[in-house]
T-cell receptor, first 110, second 112 residues
Framework: NAGVTQTPKFRILKIGQSMTLQCTQD?????MYWYRQDPGMGLKLIYY???????DKGEVPNGYNVSRSTTEDFPLRLELAAPSQTSVYFC?????????FGPGTRLTVT | GESVGLHLPTLSVQEGDNSIINCAYS??????FIWYKQESGKGPQFIID?????DKRQGQRVTVLLNKTVKHLSLQIAATQPGDSAVYFC???????????FGQGTRLTINP
């Protein structure tokens, strides 16, 4: 199993640009999550999903959108990038409570 | 809102010594706790977890202790090795919820 994979690894965006961060898991987990991690900080939940077709907001959803059309994929969309969205983004999945994390996407908005 | 926090942001120990990383939580309804290790440039990795009906759980070189009376969680790492250098996060889950709430993390440095 590859586990949780994320693409791209790095990205630089200009203010106002849009992009989609990809996340795929091959463990057949129902639950998937998107977090952001600012330097020296913990993880903050952006959005999560309990299964295909179902998504819900986390702690910091503003400026982001998600979709969950399949069990495997959970893309995160940034519509109008802002400098405050400069962060490292982690995707995770779980069968129960233990979450498995991807390697992260480092995003810089300038 | 209630949150999970850590007593110390940094901890330095000598190689071979035992280390203890502490975590305070305030949500008395939390029923599950978990520790993650995050190495530089990588995603968090699961270390050990514990349910609220337990006081102690042991893994390989790691032990998690839960004191529900004072809402305190600790991670003990025995005989620390250079590879233990990382940031350690505790997280808790509210009863009936699926989401984890993460603390800010403690950076553990192992001195040779």
């Amino acid at each position: 199993n590859a586990g949780v994979t994320q693409t791209p690894k790095f990205r630089i965006l200009k203010i106002g640009q849009s992009m989609t961060l990809q996340c795929t898991q091959d463990m057949n987990h129902n639950y998937m999550y998107w977090y952001r991690q600012d330097p020296g900080m913990g993880l903050k939940l952006i959005y999560y999903s309990v299964g295909a077709g179902i998504t819900d907001k986390g702690e910091v959803p503003n400026g982001y959108n998600v979709s969950r059309s399949t069990t495997e994929d959970f893309p995160l969309r940034l519509e109008l990038a802002a400098p405050s969205q400069t962060s490292v983004y982690f995707c995770a999945s779980s069968l129960a409570y233990e979450q498995y994390f991807g390697p992260g996407t480092r995003l810089t908005v300038t | 809102g209630e949150s999970v926090g850590l007593h110390l942001p940094t901890l330095s120990v000598q190689e071979g010594d035992n280390s203890i990383i502490n975590c305070a939580y305030s949500n008395s309804a939390s029923d599950y706790f978990i520790w993650y290790k995050q190495e530089s440039g990588k995603g968090p990795q699961f270390i050990i977890d514990i349910r609220s009906n337990m006081d102690k759980r042991q893994g390989q070189r790691v032990t998690v202790l839960l004191n529900k009376t004072v809402k305190h969680l600790s991670l003990q790492i025995a005989a620390t090795q250079p590879g233990d250098s990382a940031v350690y996060f505790c997280a808790e889950k509210d009863q009936g919820a699926q989401k984890l709430v993460f603390g800010q993390g403690t950076r553990l440095t192992i001195n040779p």
